[in-house]
């Protein structure tokens, strides 16, 4: 339930409803807005009569939340949230960032040239798993928290930001010390102890698309972090299962404007998962940036018949650079632009290299 406040209702008169939903023994979200202030009821069970509310000074009316996700739907914020990851790499806005590189960290040459290349291709953040969910046991299942330290250390290098992957609640931890973006994979969307974990970290999260999730158990999934209080999610369309193998999902370019439509959470594509083919990679990122995805999430690797995972879906570092170029002229074509490269920290390699 929302109760949107009047145009000028004074700051007595907000806290007021506060008042009366904890009274009521629920929690209430004020969220100033550009025209007028709403207050969030959160944990409506069903109970409530909204006419109480309706009546008090300075409350203009109080709407339903009609959809099974409250905080994530357009009828609870109208406006896109922004979620910004490091200064000037923000989702949800006109700028679109590029997140790119590896599927996994594996030593910390491959890791730290993986970052110049991103760099240097026109990414706006670094991706690379330390934490993998892998489909067999017996595939390499990533560095663990030494990849994190390699991540961090490229980062110092290079200054792009890191998103990556939490698998469990104790890795979520160590994830959050480090990343500027903690990830949750396909396989996890649905892990309903690690999304509450994770909701309370405080950290942005990017949320993958289950292989066979719905648009609304996607929605459902981002509800559980932002009732944790953690309203800077991103989703990501990853690709889902399908009756045909030619692909290794089926990439939903429908999801992206949908999604826009039901929830004011930014969404980026991931061409890569989408896929699973290398040479698909760049017309499907082009096709997310016209679909009006708010990023891309890009496999990339230094050398991608060596990598340990996803070589075959990753991109040569001058096929990123041509698909950051293509982009832009995508983006600029619908009002919109890709995110700038954060600058590199001074004194490093990449600042030098320009
Ligand atoms: C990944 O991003 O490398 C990954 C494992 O993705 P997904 O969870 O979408 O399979
Ligand atoms: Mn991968």
Not at 18 to 44: C, D, F, K
Not at 233 to 239: A, Q
Not at 242 to 259: E, G, K, M, Y
Request: glycine share 10%; proline share 6%; net charge negative.
């Amino acid at each position: 339930m929302l109760v949107v406040m009047e145009h000028g209702a004074t700051d007595a008169q907000v806290a007021r409803v506060v008042a009366v939903i904890e009274e009521m023994g629920y929690q209430a979200r004020p969220m100033p807005g550009a025209q007028r202030t709403s207050v969030g009821l959160v944990g409506n069970d069903g109970r409530i009569d909204g006419s109480s509310l309706e009546a008090l000074d300075g409350v203009a009316e109080v709407i339903h939340v009609t959809k099974p996700y409250k905080q994530v739907s357009r009828e609870w914020r109208q406006e896109n949230t922004l979620v910004t990851i490091a200064p000037g790499v923000v989702f949800g806005g006109t700028e679109i960032p590029i997140i790119a590189g590896p599927c996994s960290v594996e030593n910390e040459a491959q890791i730290v040239l993986a970052a110049q290349q991103v760099r240097e291709a026109g990414g706006a953040a670094l991706r690379g798993g330390a934490f993998k969910p892998r489909s067999s046991p017996y595939s390499f299942q990533g560095l663990g928290v030494k990849g994190l330290e390699l991540l961090a250390l490229a980062r110092a290098e290079t200054g792009l930001p890191i998103v990556t992957e939490a698998l469990d609640e104790e890795g979520a931890h160590r994830v959050a010390e480090i990343a500027d973006c903690i990830q949750i994979g396909a396989r996890n969307m649905q892990n309903y102890a690690l999304l509450r974990t994770i909701g309370k970290l405080g950290k942005p999260v990017l949320l993958k698309r289950g292989m066979a999730a719905t648009i609304t158990d996607l929605l459902m999934s981002a509800e559980y972090l932002l009732a944790e209080g953690n309203t800077q999610v991103i989703l990501c369309e990853r690709g889902i299962r399908s009756f045909d193998s030619a692909t290794r999902n089926l990439f939903d370019l429908t999801a992206i404007p949908l999604v826009q439509k039901l929830s004011h959470l930014p969404i980026v594509g991931d061409p890569s998962h989408g896929t699973g083919l290398r040479d698909k990679v760049i017309p499907m990122g082009r096709a997310a940036i016209a679909a009006g995805a708010d990023g891309l999430l890009v496999e990339m690797h230094p050398n991608p018949d060596r990598a340990m995972s996803d070589g075959g879906q990753s991109l040569f570092p001058e096929q990123l650079a041509r698909l950051v170029r293509e982009a832009r002229a995508i983006a600029e074509a619908i009002g919109r632009s890709i995110t700038p490269t954060p600058s590199a920290p001074a004194g490093t390699a990449s600042a030098t290299n320009g």
